[in-house]
């Protein structure tokens, strides 16, 4: 299929993202951003997106958890969609472009397709997922989670905010209502999914490639270790007798990270991201320790043998230290492999861009991790400057921004189709 000239309108996408940057409960002005999901900041930023959608001509619908679909319908209305977007939630004091550049980019690729007066075979839909990240409930992409139907109403219900309402009460005191049970798509209601996305790393900048085709998701395991020893008065107990439980902590996080520089493959990834220690006083020996993991890897079977190593070790060092350690896994994803037909037809659109691309995996995870679990997808990702993002100095050139979207609206022609 040979398409007309594009022409991406990336003096109107940036203003777009600077707009909606100013959605934001962050003190400091634009870029950063603190946007958390079903907050008064969120619906507004929500109604900014409505007014867009409603300029280009599409179709809105919002799912019972505020996923928002906005579909432009094509001359086949009967077959599977094509579909497209990311998240605009963004974790506290963090940039502008992490996921609102797959949805406002995904809008901007229909509106550069309609103004080359391009006509799809089957519709197009953008699509913004609610709560990719987990600042509010713990856990992110509760969204695409439940789209993909791995998130039930009971496991949403026992999802609790800092302020101890669960997720079908604030979601309805956001004003989203309906069945939770009605929010599960089906196997067939996409034809394809493709999400561009900034890409969260060095790569791309480093090696000064305009384009990265995706062909994986790495997927977390993520849990939680809680360690209790018994405190007491730090001038009154002789280090020999001690059951320091933040001591037994610190070597059980180096034991992780000697594990996943020894036995790891080379996708494989382990972060110790929080230490909490109890009592926390300068002359009290700690009786209690909790410390997270997230262990990340492409090949699912190898993060799981690695994940059994490091709980074993955990173990090991309780028993010798004599302290007591509990274990809890809160989730363990399965990584996810890009469909081969749309990896040819994103390399394509780079062809024909005239865009030199690089194939690279996904060490972070997306909404698109868990839509692969319904639908075939793809991932076009971009530069962003130093690899930086979830701060606000992430950043990526009009010139990068505008390459990703006209490579995703040729992807999206192609499996759309005229």
């Known amino acids: 299929m040979t398409l007309p000239p594009l022409q991406v309108d990336i003096e109107r996408l940036t203003s777009e993202l600077e707009r909606l940057a100013t959605f934001s409960d962050c003190p400091e002005p634009p870029p950063a951003v603190t946007r958390v999901v079903f907050s008064e900041t969120d619906l507004r930023a929500r109604a900014y997106l409505g007014e867009l959608y409603a300029d280009a001509g599409l ?44 949805v406002l980019g995904g809008l901007e690729a229909i509106r550069t397709l309609q103004r080359a007066g391009f006509v799809p075979r089957r519709s197009m839909d953008v699509v913004m997922f609610t709560s990719e990240e987990p600042t509010r409930f713990g856990i992110g992409c509760t969204g695409s989670r439940a789209l993909a139907g791995l998130l039930s109403p009971e496991k949403m219900q ?23 049970s009605e929010i599960p798509l089906s196997q067939d209601h996409y034809h394809a999914w493709v999400e561009l996305h900034i890409e969260q790393g060095p790569l791309l900048e480093r090696s000064r490639i305009p384009i990265g085709v995706v062909t994986a998701i790495a997927a977390p395991a993520t849990a939680v270790f809680h360690v209790a020893g018994i405190g007491g008065h730090a001038g009154g107990v002789l280090m020999p007798g001690r059951r320091d439980a933040l001591c037994a902590a610190a070597e059980m996080v180096v034991a992780i990270e000697r594990l996943a520089l020894e036995t790891g493959g080379a996708d494989l990834v382990a972060t110790v991201g929080q230490l909490e220690v109890h009592p926390g006083a300068v002359n009290s020996i700690p009786s209690r320790a909790r410390f997270t993991l997230d262990l990340r890897d492409i090949d699912g079977t190898n993060r799981d043998r690695l994940l059994t190593a490091m709980t074993d070790a955990t173990l090991a060092i309780a028993t010798r230290r004599q302290v007591d350690l509990t274990f809890e896994l809160l989730n363990a994803d399965p990584p996810a492999s890009s469909d081969e037909t749309i990896l040819t037809a994103i390399r394509a659109a780079c062809r024909d861009s005239q865009l030199e691309f690089q194939e690279m ?13 319904v639908v075939p997808m793809g991932m076009i990702f971009i530069p962003c400057r130093g690899g930086v993002s979830h701060r606000p100095d992430e950043f990526s050139t009009p010139e990068q921004i505008a390459a990703g979207v006209e490579v995703l609206a040729r992807t999206l022609a192609a499996l759309a189709g005229g």
Do not use: C, K
């Open 59 to 102: 179709q809105v619908w919002v799912d019972p958890i505020g996923n928002t679909f906005a579909r432009w319908q094509g001359s086949d209305p009967q077959a599977p969609a094509v579909g497209t977007g990311s998240h605009t939630d963004a974790i506290p004091h963090a940039g502008m472009y992490d996921g609102t550049v797959g």
């Open 158 to 180: 026992n999802l609790l905010d800092a302020e101890g309402d669960n997720y079908d009460i604030v979601r309805q005191r956001a004003g989203f209502t309906g069945e939770l």
């Open 361 to 373: 995996i996904s060490r972070a995870y997306h909404d698109t991790l868990f839509m692969a679990r």
